[in-house]
């Protein structure tokens, strides 16, 4: 029989609460959303957009085992079933996070970084799943409330974890990678973003570099060798308790390093050395921001103790995930249209890979490559021309038509020639109805814009217009 995920008292003294009511005899799950959780979970009264305690009721009501509570509102939710008071909720959880992590044997590894982190973090729960059990965080639950409830839900006795840590602002990533102590900590590379809350590149280093002091001494720090901070995050990784840099990239002096690719439309082809070890396998997701980061991804594979050979050969597997660059064929008048949903975040590095891939996709008959574009958010003094910089990606990779939303992508607009202006409007609600009326059979399209410019909505409706083809 298989051990519950906590029993109920192992989860009261891990959370450091009092119990007021009965304690349940298993907790099967953990949960801070009522709309999602499951029977036998213990639901998290989180006081963050929303206060977590008015959903109590909620959460019994869908099955939940126990709810974790403050003491200021214990007492009006007494009675309505096994309660958890705590100083904080939040606080609990990071501390029943921790004390998994103490009960966990498992190789672990965290990915953080400015691109590429949940792409990452996928493709190795994808390898190693396949090699044993493994937790890897849904969706992007990489910040303060995601990665604590992560560990919370890790089962004892999984053989890999896979953990990503994100942040917006200073001194986020430490007190998260303390909290995952991976054996192996990847950042796959240092980009512009979040330029409103760090004063240089440097900085955005700096702070991701702090994922390295999670490390224990037997740690490994990975880094990309490709870009101009990696020396500064070699300095910091030397600095830790692990000591140990293992690099990749293309760079000569590179751990793991890419002897050549082929890129197409599909996937790609790709040779690498993988730290003494010749290794060459195909990746089911395009581009070669891909590729890089499959070295990340091998590099941890490795380290890991993992099987290498096993694992490449998984990397033809590899899907771009929904608003990642998942692809679709929809049908339209005449034919079909190819969507690429890229529409869950963006930034300049990520913009110009999706370009890229737009590139390298042929249009149909009488179809054009089309860019629809969402503000790239949180840029910082510069986001006008980090914005109107995209022109030239967008010739580069012929892009016949453009449609702009909201106010920094004006910018991006402007800089166009008119041939390439498809329409622009102040937001993605209203570009909706010019997109909608310009597709037409044989184009392929990409969507993307960063999840504060809405972007999501407007694929939905492309595909509520043009539904997608069947699979049969």
């Keep these: 029989m298989t051990s519950p995920l906590w029993t109920g008292p192992e989860l009261i003294k891990a959370l450091g609460a009092r119990l007021a009511g009965p304690v349940p005899s298993a907790v099967t799950g953990a949960s801070i959303d009522t709309r999602t ?54 606080r609990a959880m990071e501390r029943a996070g921790i004390a ?24 190795l729960k994808l390898l190693l799943s396949r090699q044993g059990e493994t937790m890897a965080p849904v969706g992007s639950y990489n910040n303060h409330w995601g990665v604590p409830l ?28 303390r909290m995952a102590c991976p054996d192996v900590a990847i950042i796959t590379t240092v980009q ?32 990309n060798a490709d870009i101009p901070q990696f020396a500064r995050l070699k300095a910091h990784a030397m600095a830790s308790r692990a000591g140990r840099v293992v690099s990749f990239g293309e760079a000569a002096h590179a751990d793991v390093r890419l002897l050549s690719c082929i890129l197409q439309a599909d996937l790609s082809v790709v040779e690498a050395d993988v730290m003494g070890t010749r290794v ?33 050969l998984g990397l033809a597997d590899l899907k771009p995930p929904q608003g990642r660059g998942a692809r679709q064929h929809l049908n339209a008048p005449g034919g079909t249209i190819t969507l690429m949903d890229e529409s869950y975040n963006a930034n ?3 913009m110009r890979a999706a370009l890229e891939n737009l590139g390298r996709l042929k249009p149909g008959a009488r179809g054009r490559r089309i860019a629809v574009m969402g503000d790239m958010l949180e840029l910082g003094p510069q986001e006008r021309q980090m914005h109107a910089e995209l022109a030239a990606p967008i010739e580069d990779n012929s892009v016949d038509l453009v449609f702009a939303a909201g106010p920094l992508m004006r910018n991006l607009y402007d800089a166009l020639p008119s041939a390439r202006r498809g329409a622009y409007a102040a937001s993605s609600a209203g570009l909706e109805a010019l997109v909608l009326d310009a597709l037409r059979a044989g184009d392929v399209v990409t969507v993307k814009g960063s999840l504060g410019s809405r972007m999501g909505p407007l694929v939905k409706a492309i595909l509520s217009r043009f539904p997608p083809v069947s699979a049969d």
Excluded: W
């Design 100 to 123: 998994r992590r103490a009960e966990v044997k498992a190789g672990v590894i965290a990915i953080t970084g400015s691109v590429g982190k949940t792409g990452t973090k996928e493709a």
């Design 150 to 177: 992560t560990l919370v839900r890790t089962p004892r006795d999984i053989r890999y974890g896979v953990y990503e840590i994100g942040m917006s602002n200073p001194g986020e990533i430490a007190p998260l990678a």
């Design 192 to 223: 512009p973003v979040h330029l409103a809350s760090f004063p240089s590149v440097e900085a955005i280093a700096d702070e991701k570099a702090a994922i390295y002091d999670g490390l224990p001494p037997h740690g490994v720090a990975v880094a």
């Design 348 to 350: 300049p590095a990520s």
């Design 280 to 312: 060459a396998y195909k990746i089911g997701s395009p581009g070669k921001h891909i590729v890089m980061n499959s070295l990340a991804v091998l590099a941890a594979v490795r380290l890991i103790g993992a099987d290498l050979a096993l694992a490449a």
């Design 37 to 90: 959780l499951q029977p036998g979970d213990a639901f998290f009264a989180l006081v963050d957009a929303r206060d977590g305690h008015d959903f109590v009721d909620a959460a019994f009501a869908a099955g939940a085992s126990l709810a974790v509570v403050d003491e200021a509102h214990a007492p009006a939710l007494a009675g309505k079933g096994p309660l958890a008071v705590v100083d904080h909720p939040l």
